[in-house]
């Protein structure tokens, strides 16, 4: 585990808001960010049960999959991977996370997209407990009390001085996290990288307190949709600031907060922090998927 830090964005706003991110993103090379704290006690939870495999579920360019693929072989476990889409079973040369977990040493499971909706029922379990032998499951995006408690990990005392603490929404599970740690001068705001009203539900069952929102504009269409704007966004603010963004997650959040400033939804003298979740590692597909549609590609090395 490598330290995270908080670098302020050098970016200027009116009525003296100033953004700062934390780079949860550099918190691991290859498990990133939020996927790390989830993933923490569910680890050790396994190894106290003696455990010895992991399954998972994901989709094709999941940082789910590929996180749980580089912890479990680090910590010394078989990892079983269920991916959505039985198509893609010969193609794994071609989707740069599904080498990478495979490289790691997952092993699939490719399962057709009804399938894959029966998942967590028990007749599903069950006949993968045949197949795989006894398994810790770890659920799709990694979502559990034990992650929530993980992702309580990640404000730390020197954040007591923002008063804003932004991230972006998958699963809900992060952000639940940092509703639990947050400190009563901190409101948590959540951006949703997809549509549905279910969230605010789902946060409720792991989030204590009620100093949070989720503001449901900036999903660009939808999980994995992405357009021109938002590339350019990325872009631009990597140029700017050097901090890489990930189009799926962490870019719609920093493009959602830079347009609230914007609109003055902030009170002058904000101090934002912005959560950076990680999620790096699905650039490449996304750029082989935007160079088919002859998009630009997201720039975010050097
Ligand atoms: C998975 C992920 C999220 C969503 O986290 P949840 O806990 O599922 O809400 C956010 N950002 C990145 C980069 C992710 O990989």
Redesign the pocket.
């Known amino acids: 585990m490598n330290p995270v830090f908080n670098q302020s964005i050098n970016i200027q706003f009116p009525n003296d808001i100033s953004l700062t991110i934390k780079r949860e993103d550099l918190i691991h090379p290859f498990v990133s ?3 790390f704290r ?1 993933l923490k006690y569910n680890l050790l939870k396994a190894k106290a049960e003696n455990k010895d495999i992991l399954l998972t579920f994901g989709g094709a360019f999941s ?2 999959i590929a996180a749980v693929a580089y912890a479990g072989k680090e910590q010394g476990f078989k990892t079983i991977g269920i991916i959505r889409g039985d198509e893609l079973s010969d193609r794994i040369e071609e989707n740069p996370t599904l080498k990478f977990a495979q490289q790691n040493g997952m092993q699939f499971e490719f399962v057709s997209r009804e399938e894959y909706r029966l998942k967590s029922e028990t007749s599903f379990i069950e006949k993968m407990k045949d197949k795989f032998g006894d398994f810790y499951l770890v659920p799709e ?1 990694g ?1 559990n009390e034990l992650a929530v408690k993980g ?1 309580e990990e990640i404000l730390k005392e020197e954040d007591s001085v923002f008063n804003y603490v932004c991230c ?8 639940s996290g940092l509703i639990n740690s947050a400190l009563p001068n901190q409101k948590i705001l959540g951006f949703p ?1 997809l549509k549905g009203d279910f969230l605010n539900d789902e946060i409720r069952i792991f989030a204590k307190k009620d100093n949070w929102n989720l503001i449901s504009d900036y999903h660009f269409g939808g999980y994995g949709k992405i357009n021109l704007e938002l590339i350019e966004f990325v872009n631009a603010f990597f140029e700017k600031t050097k901090v890489p963004l ?1 189009p ?3 870019g719609k959040m920093v493009f959602g907060v830079i347009d609230l400033i914007s609109k003055n939804y902030f009170p002058a003298h904000s101090k934002i922090l912005l959560i950076h ?3 790096l590692q699905g650039i490449d597909g996304m750029n082989i998927k935007l160079k088919q549609k002859k998009l630009p590609i997201l720039k975010t090395n050097d």
């Open positions: 960010g939020n996927k989830k940082n789910h995006g979502t992702c972006a929404v998958g699963t809900g599970g992060t952000i990288a990930d799926i997650y962490t979740t990680g999620g």
